[in-house]
């Protein structure tokens, strides 16, 4: 269920039990458009943090588009109606997680990110240049 698998996460990243509604609910904390922290960054590279939003919006957009049709594909390939699995994702309490991995060196044997099961239906992954990713079934 996905109370056992978000109690699993939990536990396995050391969070404990009395922060978890803290956490659950965490609305979207956008860096400042004209926070001073951010002023010293435009020179080295032009960061926009309106850009940024707007950026990390429409690629939720599509993100949430394309978990959608993988969605209705596999209720029909369950010989199920397309709009089968709709009324379990309609709250729109999707997310989009941005991470990013150092370089893994050659002599680094260690894993970044122990072994775990994400909380959702679907997970859609976008693997950089630099490699690394595995998934297991």
């Not at 404990?16 to 609910?25: A, F, K, L, R, V």
């Not at 309106?50 to 939720?60: P, S």
């Amino acid at each position: 269920t996905p109370g056992m698998l978000r109690r699993e996460y939990y536990d396995l990243v050391g969070l404990p039990e009395s922060m978890w509604p803290e956490t659950s609910h965490v609305h979207t904390r956008w860096p400042a458009e004209s926070s001073s922290s951010h002023q010293h960054r435009a020179s080295a590279g032009d960061f926009d943090p309106a850009l940024f939003r707007r950026t990390l919006l429409e690629y939720y957009d599509a993100c949430a588009a394309s978990a959608a049709a993988l969605e209705s594909s596999l209720a029909v390939a369950y010989g199920k109606p397309a709009a089968h699995f709709e009324p379990l994702h309609d709250k729109g309490d999707s997310t989009l997680e941005l991470k990013m991995y150092r370089g893994f060196g050659a002599m680094d044997a260690t894993l970044r990110l122990p072994p775990h099961a994400d909380l959702s239906t679907c997970t859609i992954l976008a693997q950089d240049l630099m490699g690394g990713l595995e998934v297991w079934d």
